[in-house]
């Protein structure tokens, strides 16, 4: 059946929002597809060097602030779950640090919210372990000290960020860099580019 694409016209405030939508969407699909040229390269190393993690025992862990924290969780619930319930398979160890409202709020009460996910990395990481750190700006406090630690305790980093990679784009093993400056449009390629390196790991695991 064919959508009907005219609902509620004549309204002139409601084919203004349309409009607005049908505009945000094209707009989004077209940084996606500049994504596709810029971070195909940096997603598939990111896969193959998750898929190693795991088929050594490693673990994956994300982190991020607001929406970046929603996707953070997002991604990881696809690897421990399934990308595709029509395609089940066994979880993949993976865990989002944004979700243990207890640890955060004590930990950012008494020494600071900068330090929030360092510490989490640096107690529940391990060497050859691998973090996705998630900043639109590439310059969150809080996640650029997780990558540091990271580093430091031979921890794989990957960077997902926006446009230029910030400060997260250099010190990163991986770095993939959205190509746009606006906060939205960066975080719906974020989680499309979550989709894809999952889909990537699977396959690599033979799943």
């Known amino acids: 059946m064919k959508p009907?694409?005219?609902?509620?016209?004549?309204?002139?405030?409601?084919?203004?929002?349309?409009d607005d939508i049908a505009?945000?969407?094209?707009?989004?699909?077209?940084?996606?597809?500049?994504?596709?040229?810029?971070?195909?390269g940096p997603a598939a190393e990111a896969a193959a060097a998750i898929a190693d993690s795991l088929k050594k025992g490693g673990k994956l862990m994300l982190c991020g602030n607001g929406g970046s924290a929603g996707d953070a969780q997002h991604i990881a619930?696809?690897?421990?779950?399934?990308?595709?319930?029509?395609?089940?398979?066994?979880?993949l160890?993976?865990?989002a640090l944004t979700t243990d409202t207890s640890f955060i709020t004590a930990y950012s009460n008494d020494f600071?919210?900068?330090?929030i996910f360092a510490r989490q990395v640096e107690t529940l990481g391990r060497d050859g372990d691998v973090l996705i750190g998630i900043s639109t700006s590439g310059n969150s406090g809080n996640v650029v000290a997780a990558l540091?630690?990271?580093?430091?305790?031979?921890?794989?980093?990957?960077?997902?960020?926006?446009?230029?990679?910030?400060?997260?784009?250099?010190?990163?093993?991986?770095?993939?860099?959205v190509p746009s400056d606006q906060t939205p449009l960066i975080q719906e390629t974020h989680i499309a580019l979550g989709h894809a390196i999952t889909a990537g790991v699977e396959k690599l695991l033979g799943h």
């Not at 509620?8 to 203004?16: C, E, F, K, V």
């Not at 619930?77 to 979880?91: I, N, Q, S």
């Not at 600071?112 to 330090?115: E, V």
């Open 4 to 18: 009907n694409m005219n609902i509620n016209r004549g309204n002139p405030m409601t084919d203004t929002i349309q």
């Open 23 to 40: 505009k945000h969407l094209e707009i989004s699909s077209q940084i996606k597809l500049l994504a596709a040229g810029q971070c195909a």
């Open 77 to 91: 619930a696809e690897f421990v779950a399934t990308l595709d319930h029509r395609r089940p398979r066994k979880g």
């Open 93 to 95: 160890a993976a865990l």
């Open 112 to 115: 600071g919210y900068d330090g």
């Open 148 to 177: 540091e630690i990271a580093r430091d305790n031979g921890i794989t980093t990957i960077a997902l960020t926006g446009q230029g990679g910030g400060s997260m784009a250099g010190m990163a093993d991986i770095a993939i860099m």
